[in-house]
């Protein structure tokens, strides 16, 4: 299993950037995919982005596309999530979770086996 922190959360306004880490430790992601989830109060947990470590391949979901990237440092273990353009819609807790790459469609939280503590997001209008 994979253990996973995340940090970079915060208050921002909107119109601003945040930027969103994910270390992780514990084994090889050669064969795994690491994603983004948010929940917002009273809301489901919601896939946001997916990079699959092995060939950096990413998918977003439709509501950030173009203003969120995802990325990887292959030699830190790290994950990074960085959003621009920020609305106060993406105010929510956002979740690193680490899946096996055999396990299933990735923007479901049930493929997940690891997940982080969570990092609060807040944009202000």
């Known amino acids: 299993q994979v253990h996973l922190v995340e940090s970079g959360g915060g208050l921002v306004q909107a119109g601003d950037s945040l930027r969103l ?3 992780a ?10 994603a983004w989830f948010r929940q917002a109060p009273g809301k ?3 896939f946001v982005t997916h990079i699959r ?13 173009g203003r969120f990237t995802i990325s990887r440092d292959n030699s830190k273990n790290t994950v990074f999530l960085q959003m621009n353009s ?5 105010t929510a807790v956002y979740y690193c979770a680490a899946r096996s790459v055999y396990s299933g ?7 997940y086996n690891s997940w982080g503590q969570g990092t609060q997001v ?4």
Request: charged residues 20%; hydrophobic residues 20%.
């Open 21 to 23: 880490s994910c270390a």
């Open 25 to 34: 430790s514990g084994r090889s992601l050669t064969t795994y995919g690491l």
């Open 44 to 46: 489901e947990r919601e």
């Open 53 to 65: 470590w092995s060939t950096g391949i990413t998918d977003y979901a439709y509501s950030v596309k």
């Open 86 to 90: 920020l609305k106060p819609e993406d």
């Open 105 to 111: 469609n990735y923007a479901y939280t049930n493929t």
């Open 122 to 125: 807040t944009v202000s209008s």
